[in-house]
């Protein structure tokens, strides 16, 4: 992906985490990937000066603490983070969480699916799109 | 003010009239008998006129006989002893009188003899007056006093029988009188029947105070004037009768006024008002015992009391009953509570569950693939077939846990209705559901635009269409969606060429992970035609299902307008 900008995975499953890692690798995306476990976390991590920021977000809705909605509440309200493209990465078939995230502003709604191939495709879409979209501060 | 004491002011009012109207009748009584004692006046006046004058017309009529007499005439002329002897002193026995006069035309006496009991008094001779008007009259009846008494004197003068209407001179005056003494009265008291008193003033009016009538008879001298009165008092019984009968009309109307007022008030009281108090003493009780006692009541209250007592009875049953439904309300209203709560926390329950249950089963669909892209050196055939198999179960439990979450979706997720047009709709699920090109589908054209929530809507026509695609069996499939206006609603249907279901199998369709063909064979999770169900009766509507085998099955809904 474009060039070596980090990726947030915010996700509190592990093997969903090693999923994706293992997708984006078989896909040979050499961004750095940091895992962070919920919302609160990918909140402390973002604010952190020390960390670089990432060039994209992949968010879990279901997370224990604070899930993707109330993160995407926090991240939309604040101007360095509402930048940062947010790709909803979910087991969620509900209407209303697809409504309410794109409403918050996510750049993408994937559902995961149970097969690791289909999984793998739907990691190439987001690739393909962060790929082709630009970051507004590039 | 109290139905008692409007009784109570109309009673007095009642009483007050009685008494004007009895005192109305004691005038009435009064005016009659004075009416009775005048008329008693009047009677017993005529009665001592009647008296008196029937005593002295014996001595007017003997007076008149005597005085046209040719004997007496020659007896003034030349006055004999013998006449005087056996005529004139006969007249004081045989008529009883008291003074025999006999005067020439110069006023002599010729004889004048005065006596009583045969004893011989002074001689009087009348008032000169008396014979100028007995020239005038040839009569004259006047009373005199003198010191025997009162007498009664009648004068007329003398002619001849040649004269008999004495229109020719007078030869002389004769006079005869009588004294009225005890005798006299005691003939008058005979011939009236009362007290005959001779006095010189009286009330003769009369006063019916004793229920005595007093009458008098004046007594007048030559000259008018009254020299006394006889007086008669006569007591008459009808007068006390009269008194005593008003006396005890007055006492008995009375005591019959006050007797019929108490009869009335105690028989009001006891037929009207101690009825009426019950009553309107048991309706503001309401108690049991009170409203029994009505039933005692007499003749028109009996109705009534019996009409309270019935529609207590009915306010009681229906207050019984309003208790029981209020009762089964809130049993009611607890079980649908309970119900409401059960049904909440199952949606929540299938929502949570086959939500968290996706998250293990995709690691082990994962990694199941990780396996055997990872190990496949390791694995031998029959290795990774299980795998495989593995990875179906993985799918086909997906599936189900998806079902069960389109399924609780139904009622869970609220969404508005809208207008939804049909052929837009239509169109839309048949391009979700993608056919195979050589798959025929015609849609009647001007379908109706219904309220209804697009996305069952879309549920609705996606699952049966896809149904109708997924199982037909025929080389040329056939999909027909045709639209019929019925009253209040539309009925829409869905046909197809396909196989076709069995009668038995109608109800089997419509119920959740029920499946006609076993799941190795043909992967269907069982959901769709029980969502369907389940959005069209939530939404008021039906559908049934109508099928021959081998030629096609035809699904038919309803839509409300």
Known sequence: ?138 | MKTQHKLLVILLITAVLFFAGFLIFLNIQEKQNEILINAGIEQQRSILETAIKSKSEVISLTTYDYTYWDDFVNYIEKPTHEFAESNLYSLFNSFNINYVGVFNLSKKPVFNAFQIDSVELLPFIPAPEVFSKLADSNFIKYYKLTDAGLLEIHGATIHSTADEARNGSAFGYFFMAKLIDSSYLKSLKNLTGGMVELVLESNYRGTPDDNTITTAYPLEGWDGKTLGLIELKKVYDFLSVSKRLSTISIWFLATLAFVILIIFFLSFNVLVNIPLSKISHALITKSRDDRQKLLSLNSEFKKIGALIEDYFGQQEKLEKEIEVRKETEAQKEKLITELDTANRELKDFAYIVSHDLKAPLRAIGSISQWIHADYSDKLDDDGKMQLDLLLSRVHRMQNLIEGILSYSRVTRVKEEKEMVDLNVAVKEAIEMVSPPEKFKISVEENLPTVSYRPTHILQIFENLISNAVKYNNKENGEISIRCTENGYDWRISVSDNGPGIEEKYFEKIFQIFQTLQARDEFESTGIGLSIVKKIIENNGGRITVDSTPGEGTKFEFIILK
């Open chain 1, 1 to 138: 992906m474009i060039k070596n900008k980090p990726i947030l995975l915010v996700e509190d499953d592990m093997i969903d985490a090693m999923t994706v890692k293992r997708a984006l690798k078989e896909l040979n995306v050499v961004n750095p990937v940091e895992t962070v476990e919920n919302g609160e976390e990918a909140l402390n991590f973002l604010r952190n000066t020390h960390n670089e920021a990432p060039g994209i977000i992949l968010l879990d809705l279901n997370m224990p603490r604070m899930n993707g909605i109330e993160f995407l509440r926090v991240a939309k309200k604040d101007d360095h983070l509402r930048q940062i493209p947010v790709v909803v990465l979910t087991t969620s078939l509900e209407e209303i969480d697809r409504v309410e995230t794109f409403n918050l502003g996510v750049a993408g709604y994937m559902v995961k699916p149970v097969d690791y191939k289909q999984f793998v495709e739907v990691i190439k879409a987001i690739k393909l799109y962060w790929s082709l979209s630009q970051l507004p501060y590039q």
